[in-house]
C-alpha cells in the first residue's frame, strides 16, 4: 500500500485497513488469483477539503491478467459512468453559464428530426435527471457488428457508427412521457453528446480537449479514440492503464480500450462512458466545480453549479440533480453521514466520486472491481463503509 500525503492530526488507520483489506495483495513474482470475497484487485482514493489533498492511498493490484502488478496513484482508469456528470455535465453547465443553453429548452431546438413518438416536450433538464422516457440502454454495437461483417466492413468504431447509433436514438419510441418517470439511461447521455457537437460545432473528443481538460489543465484525462490509434499506428502504453473484464464478443481482457461496448463501437468517444483518468484528475475537476460551488472558481458561476447540484423536482421523490445524483434514503452508496444536499456518481467499473458542497469535501474512489470478470460485486457494500469511515475520521459524526 502507499499512502503520500496525510493530515498529521487525523488518524486514517481505519480507512488504510479497510483499504488493504479489500484489495489483492501483490507480491513481487508471484501469482495472484482471484478472489470472490474480495472487492476489487486494487484501488486508489483520494480525500480532499478546502481544496487540499487529505489523504490519498493506493491498494492491491494494478492487474491480475495476463500477470499480476501492483496498484499505483498514478495509474488510469476506466471511469465509464463517470463520463456523464465529468465531462457531459460540465461541458452543458458551461454552455448554460455562458448563455447558449438553457436546462428547460426542448432538444426539438437543436437537433433537426427530433420530435417525434412523444418526444415533442423533452428538455435538456427530463435529459440530466434521467426522466427523459428513454430505456436504459440498448445494444447498439450489435447493429454496428452486424453492419461490419456485412456491406459496410470498417463501420465499426469509425464516425460512421457513431451517426448510426445517433439516427437510432432520434427515431426511437420512449418508453414513458419525458418527465413522468425516472430511469437511469445511457442512451439519453448519448444523445446529450450529440447535442454537445451541434452545440459547440465539433466533435465530442475535440471539444473536450478545448473546453474542459486544457483549462483546467487535466493532462492524466481524455477518451482513447481508437480510429485515431488505427490511423497513426499507435498503441495504448497499457502499463499505465488499469484492465477491466475479459469481454466475450472482443475475446481479450479490455485494457487501453473502454468496456462500454456502445462507447467502443462508437470509436471509445461517447457521452455517457469512455472517459480515461486518474484519481488525482478527478479530485482537481470536482476540486474547481467546488470552488465555482462558493463563488471562488473561473470555470463557470456560483449560480449554474449549485442549480446543477440541486436535486430536481421534475419527478417526486427522484434522488437526482443534473447528471449528478443524491443519496437515497436507504441503502445509500454514500453511506449514512453525507447529507442529502451532497452528489455523488457511480460507475459500473467500480469508480465512484461524493461530494460535500457545503462541507467542501469530496472522496474519489478509483477501481478495477470487473478486473478479470464483472460478477464481483461486493463493492455495493464497500462504498458505503468506505465513505462512513471517512466521514468518521474527519469527525462529522
Known amino acids: 500500500m502507499s499512502v503520500s500525503r496525510t493530515v498529521k492530526s487525523l488518524n486514517w488507520s481505519r480507512v488504510s485497513e479497510a483499504l488493504s483489506a479489500a484489495a489483492h495483495q501483490y507480491v513481487a513474482g508471484a501469482p495472484v488469483p482471484p478472489k470472490k470475497d474480495l472487492v476489487f484487485p486494487g484501488a486508489v482514493l483520494t480525500?480532499?477539503?478546502?481544496?487540499?489533498?487529505?489523504?490519498?492511498?493506493?491498494?492491491?493490484?494494478?492487474?491480475?491478467?495476463?500477470?499480476?502488478?501492483?496498484?499505483?496513484?498514478?495509474?488510469?482508469?476506466?471511469?465509464?459512468?463517470?463520463?456523464?456528470?465529468?465531462?457531459?455535465?460540465?461541458?452543458?453547465?458551461?454552455?448554460?453559464?455562458?448563455?447558449?443553453?438553457?436546462?428547460?429548452?426542448?432538444?426539438?431546438?437543436?437537433?433537426?428530426?427530433?420530435g417525434t413518438h412523444g418526444k415533442e416536450r423533452m428538455t435538456v433538464r427530463h435529459l440530466l435527471a434521467h426522466c427523459?422516457?428513454?430505456?436504459?440502454?440498448?445494444?447498439?454495437?450489435?447493429?454496428?457488428?452486424?453492419?461490419?461483417?456485412?456491406?459496410?466492413?470498417?463501420?465499426?468504431?469509425?464516425?460512421?457508427?457513431?451517426?448510426?447509433?445517433?439516427?437510432?436514438?432520434?427515431?426511437?419510441?420512449?418508453?414513458?412521457?419525458?418527465?413522468?418517470?425516472?430511469?437511469?439511461?445511457?442512451?439519453g447521455f448519448i444523445l446529450l453528446g450529440h447535442a454537445l457537437e451541434v452545440l459547440y460545432g465539433m466533435p465530442l473528443e475535440k471539444l473536450v480537449v478545448k473546453y474542459l481538460l486544457r483549462p483546467l489543465k487535466l493532462q492524466q484525462s481524455g477518451y482513447i479514440e481508437l480510429s485515431n490509434l488505427r490511423r497513426r499506428g499507435l498503441e495504448t502504453v497499457n502499463e499505465i492503464i488499469a484492465p477491466t473484464a475479459q469481454c466475450p464478443w472482443r475475446g481479450r481482457v479490455l485494457c487501453g480500450e473502454v468496456h462500454d461496448d456502445n462507447a467502443w463501437a462508437m470509436g471509445g468517444v461517447s457521452a455517457h462512458a469512455g472517459l480515461f483518468t486518474t484519481a488525482t484528475d478527478v479530485n482537481a475537476l470536482v476540486n474547481e466545480l467546488l470552488e465555482c460551488y462558493h463563488g471562488r472558481g473561473t470555470f463557470v458561476s456560483r449560480e449554474v453549479v449549485r442549480e446543477f447540484w440541486k436535486r430536481d423536482e421534475t419527478v417526486p421523490n427522484s434522488t437526482w440533480a443534473l447528471g449528478w445524483d443524491t443519496p437515497s434514503p436507504k441503502n445509500s452508496a454514500s453511506g449514512r453521514y453525507f447529507s442529502p444536499q451532497s452528489v455523488g456518481h457511480l460507475s459500473f467499473t467500480g469508480c465512484s466520486i461524493w461530494v460535500e458542497p457545503e462541507r467542501e469535501l469530496s472522496v474519489v474512489l478509483l477501481s478495477n472491481r470487473i478486473h478479470p470478470s464483472v460478477d464481483n460485486n461486493n463493492i455495493r457494500d464497500f462504498r458505503p463503509l468506505i465513505h462512513d469511515l471517512v466521514l468518521e475520521t474527519l469527525g462529522y459524526v
Open 132 to 187: 427523459s422516457g428513454y430505456p436504459a440502454t440498448s445494444p447498439y454495437y450489435r447493429q454496428i457488428a452486424n453492419a461490419d461483417r456485412g456491406r459496410r466492413a470498417g463501420m465499426m468504431t469509425s464516425r460512421g457508427a457513431v451517426e448510426t447509433i445517433y439516427n437510432e436514438i432520434l427515431r426511437a419510441k420512449i418508453e414513458n412521457l419525458p418527465g413522468k418517470v425516472t430511469k437511469y439511461s445511457d442512451i
Open 47 to 114: 480525500v480532499s477539503q478546502g481544496g487540499e489533498l487529505l489523504f490519498r492511498s493506493s491498494v492491491g493490484c494494478r492487474s491480475l491478467l495476463p500477470e499480476p502488478s501492483p496498484m499505483r496513484e498514478d495509474i488510469v482508469f476506466d471511469v465509464a459512468s463517470l463520463t456523464k456528470p465529468l465531462v457531459t455535465t460540465s461541458l452543458l453547465m458551461q454552455l448554460v453559464d455562458r448563455g447558449n443553453l438553457e436546462v428547460d429548452r426542448r432538444m426539438s431546438r437543436i437537433l433537426q428530426t427530433f
